[in-house]
């Protein structure tokens, strides 16, 4: 290819940073184009449910920081890094809560935390363990195929995220449909795999060999090579692990490079399709009866206008407040109403218009010394401020729909350039797509 991966990643994300429609793709971008930039690298452990992949993380980190049972346990994303001993929980609204290690079952676990009613979107780990050194995220998924959809739901989104994996398997179970399907996924997005063999402590040697053979046929037919490697481990007692473990830090350091540029290649075929999909549903809303567009903007209007009185009342709330030693618990309360009223911007243009529009939420880092905001201003001055940015926030999402769906333009030149545009980016789209293999 003449084009190296981190030219064709800077080229999608200056594209797609000309259309406000493809937001979300750009960002998705530029994680990659960091990711290529720090050589970071996600190692996730992914694959059915009851194989023991909480277990393996624990084995291989030397140290029991996640929750095991004999039932499915995790419901969560879990990332860990390398630093100072730490605990976070990340919720779907934006809130970053430290906690203690022995707190994390209540969030991560599916017993205590069912269905994710606590809208955990994911939890972040720091342990000064050397295996998790230069850069390497090691991550735990929940397991596919188990009564939890939620969980398979989670396990196949972050796969995306994933550079290599570590896919279980066990000898208790011999490969199924479900665990096909999932590696055929994986397949798609990973770029390095690493087969472990989990629970050798089951059977007797004999059986072991004759298991692994199968393992081996099989996958080897579903990679589409001649030969693979196979990890036999027992995580619950520490047998095998050691060749796993230098396998992938010799993977870190010597080949680190071409894992990460064939797994973003990977992702940006993916991203790129993903842009170019919401282009055509674009393309449908712009097709809309003029009719039922007006139904829309009108309803449209609605909403803002609810948000805008619902921010009103909450401003209100704020009158009895005349204690500025509250300042800083009423400026992240405040940050958190506005990340929702986010959220429900982006579902309503989806339900109305049926096309995506993103928003990032701020992240806020909730501690009993944190701030968001570090100034020292009036709790009048902060309810103002809310108001305002309110304001903003529906102004600008109503001035945007209605600039990319030409709502009323009847500026035949305005209309006619606006459609040679679209068409131009998804041409150009489709080009950079060829570029990859």
């Known amino acids: 290819m003449s084009n190296s991966i981190i030219d064709i990643a800077k080229q999608a994300e200056e594209l797609l940073s000309t259309s406000e429609i493809c937001r979300e793709e750009r960002l998705r971008v530029k994680g990659l184009r960091h990711k290529l930039e720090s050589q970071d690298i996600t190692v996730s452990v992914i694959g059915q449910f009851k194989r023991g992949k909480s277990t393996l993380v624990n084995a291989i980190l030397e140290e029991k920081l996640l929750p095991v049972g004999i039932i499915p346990v995790t419901s969560v994303v879990t990332r860990i890094q390398y630093g100072d001993r730490s605990a976070a929980v990340h919720f779907d609204n934006g809130v970053v809560k430290p906690i203690g290690f022995e707190e994390l079952s209540e ?16 939890v972040t780990l720091h342990t000064p363990v050397s295996f998790l050194k230069n850069g390497l995220t090691f991550v735990d998924t929940p397991g596919v195929g188990s009564a939890h959809k939620h969980n398979s739901d989670a396990a196949y989104a972050f796969v995306k995220e994933s550079d290599a994996v570590i896919f279980m398997l066990s000898v208790d179970s011999p490969i199924n449909q479900i665990e096909i399907d999932f590696l055929s996924n994986a397949k798609e997005y990973a770029a ?5 063999v989990n629970k050798i402590d089951y059977v007797e040697a004999e059986e072991l060999t004759a298991y692994l053979e199968y393992c081996r046929k099989l996958l080897c037919s579903l990679m589409e090579v001649e030969n693979i490697q196979l990890f036999p481990v027992s995580a619950k007692y520490g047998n095998g692990l050691e060749e796993l473990k230098s396998r992938i830090q010799t993977d870190c350091k010597t080949s680190v490079k071409e894992i990460l540029e064939d797994s973003v290649e ?3 075929k993916d991203i790129l399709q993903s842009a170019m999909s919401r282009l055509d549903l674009y393309w449908n809303a712009l097709k809309m009866p003029i009719g039922r567009l007006d139904s829309c903007f009108e309803q449209m209007k609605q909403f803002l206008s609810e948000l805008k009185c619902k921010s009103q009342k909450i401003a209100a709330e704020l009158d009895q407040e005349e204690n500025n030693d509250k300042y800083f618990e009423i400026s992240n309360r405040l940050e958190l109403e506005l990340n929702q009223m986010r959220k429900e911007l982006s579902a309503s243009v989806s339900e109305l218009f049926g096309m995506e529009y993103h928003y990032e939420l701020t992240e806020l880092n909730i501690t009993e010394n944190y701030r968001f905001d570090n100034s020292q201003d009036s709790i009048e001055n902060l309810k103002n401020k809310f108001l305002s940015r309110t304001k903003q926030l529906c102004d600008e999402l109503d001035h945007t729909l209605n600039l990319i769906l030409l709502y009323r333009e009847k500026n035949t030149i305005t209309v006619a350039r606006r459609i040679d545009d679209l068409n131009k980016l998804n041409r150009q789209l489709r080009k950079l797509q060829s570029l990859l293999h």
């Open 266 to 268: 990977m992702k940006l």
């Open 192 to 196: 390095k795999f690493y087969f472990a």
């Open 107 to 122: 969030y991560i676990n599916e017993q205590e935390n069912p269905g994710n009613k606590l809208c955990v979107s994911s």
